[in-house]
């Protein structure tokens, strides 16, 4: 049975057993105990608050992408902050400031639109400037840390702090905001202004052909499970495994691009975590190397 709480007059309300399968783009995963989508700074301030009076464990989900989340589900708060959307460009600096909400591919458009460069390659990853700042996200040799000059973030206590990049311990997607129970609230990066508008937007979309020309975009998934070793890609070691095309369920090492698992419809996610370990295990078996997950796995896989 559903019920809500009230957390603000302007009409923020956590509900309780809403469905996360949805909102992941997997496409699989329980229910969250409690659910709220702020929609503005106060909403989330309050959101926050009102976990920390419940005692409530408070998870993040934005675009939904690079997540696993159990069949179980999870407990505590769920706030999803894909609604907390808004750009600003500072045409003096060069600067685009954006909340934690906007997609990537939405903001690379935007800077394309206007003749500025160096969003070209976020076009074709599927999250927004929250999960792109937190985890250092990157596709062509470019990642996040590079162009970002600040992010705001929110303490449990509803305290905001401004941090620069040298404070966020970035390294190969990954940095000490994950896991940590600080939210990005926003993002400023720097651009290059003054190109003409029709080249930056040839050279986006030739990003994103690229990127649809050899991942499998036409089926649920993740995105890039594994991280890529220093040797060798996790792809090339998951083809060379003989591993293309295996299925668990309906969860299947994609053809396309082997460091893709995809729902062929109507996976668990119970299916793509027995199928993530097995494509680990058979790697190690035959490369000794073990591979780490890129995507972040949430809940109780042992129910």
Not at 2 to 26: E, I, M
Not at 44 to 73: C, P, R, Y
Not at 135 to 160: F, K, W, Y
Request: proline share 4%; glycine share 10%.
């Amino acid at each position: 049975m559903t019920t809500q709480k009230l957390l603000t007059r302007s009409g923020c309300a956590a509900q309780s057993q809403v469905s996360l399968a949805p909102l992941t783009t997997f496409r699989v995963g329980g229910l969250a105990e409690w659910f709220v989508a702020p929609r503005s700074l106060a909403d989330l301030q309050a959101s926050l608050q009102w976990a920390t009076a419940e005692g409530l464990a408070v998870t993040v989900l934005g675009a939904g992408s690079n997540l696993l989340i159990s069949d179980v589900g999870l407990s505590g708060l769920v706030i999803c902050t894909r609604y907390l959307r808004q750009t600003r460009f500072d045409e003096a600096t060069g600067q685009i400031t954006a909340t934690a909400g906007e997609p990537v591919a939405t903001l690379a458009w935007k800077a394309a639109k206007r003749g500025w460069r160096g969003f070209e390659w976020m076009v074709g990853i599927p999250g927004t400037v929250g999960g792109a700042v937190v985890m250092n996200a990157g596709a062509h040799g470019c990642e996040t840390a590079q162009i970002l000059v600040s992010t705001e973030v929110l303490d449990p206590d509803g305290s905001r702090a401004v941090l620069l990049p040298e404070a966020l311990d970035y390294r190969y997607r990954t940095s000490n905001l994950q896991g940590c129970d600080r939210l990005v609230t926003q993002a400023t990066f720097q651009l290059q202004p003054g190109s003409s508008p029709a080249d930056v937007k040839a050279a986006t979309a030739a990003d994103l052909e690229q990127r649809r020309s050899t991942q499998p975009y036409h089926l649920p998934s993740c995105g890039s499970v594994f991280r890529n070793p220093t040797e060798h890609s996790a792809g090339w070691l998951i083809e060379n495994s003989g591993l293309k095309g295996f299925q668990i369920g309906q969860a299947q090492v994609a053809q396309m691009h082997a460091n893709f698992i995809v729902n062929c419809g109507g996976a668990k996610a119970a299916d793509i975590f027995q199928l993530i370990q097995h494509v680990q295990a058979t790697v190690e078996a035959k490369w000794h190397l073990h591979l780490r997950p890129e995507v972040k796995i949430l809940g109780d896989f042992e129910a």
